[in-house]
């Protein structure tokens, strides 16, 4: 079964105190979202659904073509199968929410 009313946020943890300066937020999707820019550096995945197949962060890769989970710290990868968060060091890129 595939997620359904998936809220997905994927927001920079920032290094000082203080307002994040890049968040990407999604509310109420069933299909994988457009592509957006993420600028590099530590970022928290966070993901609420009513309905769960799996909710994955992918990146672009450099054929420009091909989309792949994004990496992920010490053996954790941003993909969830469950109302959860995840934190990462990401690079800079192209990246989506794919809803599955």
Known sequence: MA????????????????????????????????QFNLDGGKY????KASTYGTVTLQILLPDATTWATAPGDAGEVPSL??????TTDLPPGIYRVAVA
């Open 3 to 34: 997620a359904t009313a998936v809220y997905a946020n994927v927001v920079r943890v920032p290094i000082t105190r203080g307002d994040s300066d890049q968040n990407q937020n999604f509310q109420n999707i069933s299909a994988t979202t457009a």
């Open 44 to 47: 928290c995945f966070a993901v």
């Open 81 to 86: 199968v469950a109302d959860g968060a995840v």
